[in-house]
């Protein structure tokens, strides 16, 4: 690198990192309410015969519902449209959705009507129910909910309780003092002295007139106030009702969320620790094995991590587990280009012995097979972002950011520093201590290895397929149990006092008659009930029966998802899935051959259907989390299978007479060091998540453990083996190399280079 450009470089690595720093210590992260605990409730809008549900009108429905929320005393709600017809509410803190789901759902005209009489059919008007449950009969309505400016609750200046002060706007304080000028001829304690406020069909309020207002002058200036020795809550929800008026379209929960904030603080301790053990343990394990390199990779993951939550928190998006999972598949990604690197620059070493010379090759030759991971990484992302919903949109937000934020880390960051430690005196002289002249002992043993190993692809293929048979059978055999999120249903979970088991929750639950309940136990002491239907109140009594059973029971979780939106999120998810997969398989295709690109899906068919037969043989929830650890199989899979195809398609165009098999035999060993040791620096994290993580994280885990370790295997045993058999069937010239030039002789005749002679000479997997 030459010093001008180096100079501009570190300037603007720096530059990102003091940014970084002062975003990360000034702003504080937008934690989803998965981490946070409180509620979020998604509303749809329908369509009615004067209005369509379009983006219009959703949008007076979202101004509407926002008045109504300010109300609840709510800290930071949050209200946004997403799509044309549908709203997404997040309550902050509040764990009992019950009042906000009834204010929120309340839809009918706000009016204000006379009272005619109480229990008299014959004085006509339309019937109606008091708050204290008497027979009302309504005059035609006098006042609608867009006649109301303000509503607002104080305490009663004048005595005990609070009251509801009230504005009129418009056409609203003519249409008051008519209402109330004409009720005031009626004698003090006559029905018709009172005013009836309405909402959704029922009559929320029917104050009465007072003594000193006039006979046909009523109330002046277009201000009242209603009393009645209302408590705070009493009078605060009257005036978020009055003055949230109307909706202009019925609206319909399809999506309710209940997270406990003692389930939200376990999830983000878990994830601390796990975090911080995981990558103290990784970062010893990469320096142990690659020395000042390893210590420059670290310090560069560093600088990844703080990169990644400063864009994260700056950009404003919310973090939830979905997202922490895109986080883990990222910092695998970091881990793996950095480890790329440094196998790389090993076996530049071994051709000429040049430290500085060693590591810009390594860097250099290795940007092929990083950009390649990057952009099928980023395709995926962009694509689930754009057609799913719901936690997978989350999942490609936060894969966007990591895959950014990596190639920075491994290519500026980690380039920097290892260019600035060979400069130093002390280094040159010994070596040794920079890890790029140690041959590990993996790559050792695989010296002695024979690259035709692949000579029959169709042996591995069949163990392969056995294995899929053997896990698909788990679907047919004991099912898959999907959440809640897939099959729409109720799902509560109680974390009790005392200790109780499955059987004793059954019996509790069994006495309250609520037919179609599935008990489950989740684990740290928690029990989940789930059902198709359950209402609010039903859920108010098995938390009573539950408690009773176990000396006191809290909810920690809370999730109610229509059937239309279970079926939305699966067949999104599914349609998001294929054309991601459609999508990596072209861009494979493009920039190897499609025959390469046929074996990378059938590697990724091959690890999902195998993580999805772990869930379904020990009977676990294939939830929004499972989907999510399976994206992330997917991706770092499909990184693991792009880093071999880059050097297959290197060693061809090397050895086009070669034998196939020999050619993907060869590109396997080489990259076998580089594909243990990521996938032990990346193990390492997850484990201390499966133990520290508790009933959620420990699935999602579970998910990732199998996923990476069946992931590598599946690239030699899957994905090598279906290249090689389409290769034989449909056969063709090699491809051109995307690497360095190679040095060609006076006949045109491709000569081997040095590097190759050496590695030939080292028998480190090189084609022979």
Excluded at 543 to 562: N, Q, Y
Aim: hydrophobic share 50%; aromatic share 4%; proline share 5%.
């Amino acid at each position: 690198m030459k010093p001008r450009p180096v100079l501009w470089r570190a300037l603007i690595a720096l530059a990102v990192l003091v940014l970084s720093s002062v975003v990360a210590f000034t702003t504080a992260p937008t934690l989803g309410l998965d981490l946070r605990g409180g509620t979020q409730i998604v509303l749809e809008t329908r369509d009615t015969p004067e209005v369509a549900a379009d983006g219009e009108a959703t949008d007076r429905v979202l101004e509407v519902l926002r008045g109504r929320i300010d109300g609840l005393g709510v800290a930071e709600p949050s209200l946004a449209r997403s799509g044309e017809n549908r709203i997404i509410v997040e309550l902050p803190g509040l764990t009992d959705p019950a009042e906000a789901a009834e204010t929120l759902g309340r839809t009918a005209q706000l009016t204000m009507h006379p009272v005619l009489g109480i229990g008299d059919p014959a004085a006509g008007g339309a019937p109606g129910t008091d708050e204290q449950g008497q027979p009302l009969q309504l005059g035609p309505p006098a006042l609608t909910g867009d006649m109301v400016g303000s509503a607002m609750s104080s305490p009663n200046p004048q005595g005990v309780g609070h009251i509801v002060n009230i504005s009129f706007d418009g056409d609203g304080p003519a249409r008051w003092q008519s209402l109330t000028g004409q009720a005031a001829c009626a004698p003090p304690g006559d029905p018709q002295r009172r005013v009836a406020i309405v909402l959704d069909q029922q009559v929320i309020s029917s104050p009465q007139v007072v003594e000193n207002i006039p006979c046909n002058v009523g109330m002046l200036g277009g201000q009242t106030q209603i009393t009645g020795n209302f408590s705070p809550e009493q009078a605060s929800e009257l005036a978020v009702l009055i003055e949230g008026g109307a909706l202009p379209l019925p609206v319909e929960i399809i999506e309710q969320r209940t997270v406990g904030p003692t389930l939200g603080a376990d999830a983000i301790s878990a994830s601390a620790w796990a975090a911080i053990i995981g990558s103290a343990l990784a970062g010893a394990f990469l320096i142990v094995v690659y020395r000042l390199v390893g210590l420059v990779a670290v310090v560069a993951l560093g600088g990844y991590a703080l990169v990644a939550y400063s864009v994260q928190t700056g950009l404003g998006a919310t973090l939830t587990l979905p997202g922490l999972a895109a986080f883990v598949l990222a910092v695998g990604m970091a881990v793996d280009a950095n480890v790329l690197i440094a196998e790389r620059s090993r076996e530049e070493y071994a051709a000429k012995p040049r430290l500085e010379r060693a590591s810009e090759l390594g860097y250099a030759n290795s940007l092929s097979a990083v950009g390649d991971v990057a952009v099928t990484s980023l395709l995926a992302a962009v694509l689930l972002f754009g057609l799913a919903s719901g936690p997978v949109r989350g999942f490609g937000v936060t894969l966007v950011i990591g895959v950014v934020v990596s190639l920075f880390s491994a290519l500026v960051l980690s380039r920097l520093l290892t260019l600035a430690i060979l400069k130093i005196p002390a280094v040159k002289r010994r070596p040794r201590i920079t890890g790029i002249t140690a041959i590990g002992p993996v790559r050792r043993r695989l010296e002695a290895s024979d690259p035709g190993f692949l000579r029959r692809p169709a042996r591995y293929l069949a163990v392969a397929g056995v294995v899929v048979v053997v896990m698909v059978s788990g679907l047919f055999v004991r099912g898959l149990e999907l959440g809640v999120e897939f099959t729409g249903g109720r799902l509560v979970e109680f974390t009790t006092t005392d200790p109780v088991s499955v059987e004793q929750v059954r019996d509790a639950v069994g006495t309250t008659g609520i037919g179609g309940l599935t008990v489950t136990e989740t684990g740290d002491g928690a029990v989940a009930l789930r059902s198709g239907e359950l209402t609010d109140a039903q859920v108010g009594q098995l938390r009573e029966v539950v408690g009773a059973a176990a000396g006191g029971a809290e909810v920690l979780r809370d999730e109610l998802i229509g059937p239309s939106l279970g079926a939305e999120l699966a067949r999104g998810g599914i349609i998001a899935l294929g054309v991601a997969l459609a999508a990596q398989f072209l861009y494979l295709a493009f920039r190897f051959r499609w025959t390469l690109g046929a074996g990378a899906v059938a590697a990724l068919l091959t690890n999902v259907l195998v993580v999805v037969g772990v869930f379904a043989w020990t009977g676990r929830t294939a939830d929004g989390v499972f989907l999510a650890a399976l994206l992330t199989v997917i991706g770092y899979s499909v990184n693991d299978t792009v880093v071999v195809f880059d050097r297959v398609r290197e060693h061809w165009a090397r050895n086009a007479k070669v034998p196939f098999h020999r050619v993907v035999g060869s590109a396997v060993l080489s990259t076998l060091p580089r594909t243990v040791n990521t996938g032990i620096s990346t193990l390492t994290i997850l484990v201390m998540l499966l133990f520290l993580g508790g009933a959620t994280l420990g699935d999602f885990a579970l998910a990732l453990i199998v996923g990476i370790v069946v992931g590598t295997v599946s690239t030699i045993v899957v994905a090598g083996p279906v290249s090689i058999l389409l290769q034989q069937r449909w056969t063709g010239p090699a491809p051109r190399t995307s690497g360095a030039k190679q040095p060609v002789g006076k006949a045109g005749r491709r000569h081997p280079s040095k590097a190759d002679r050496a590695r030939r000479r080292a028998g480190d997997g090189a084609v022979v």
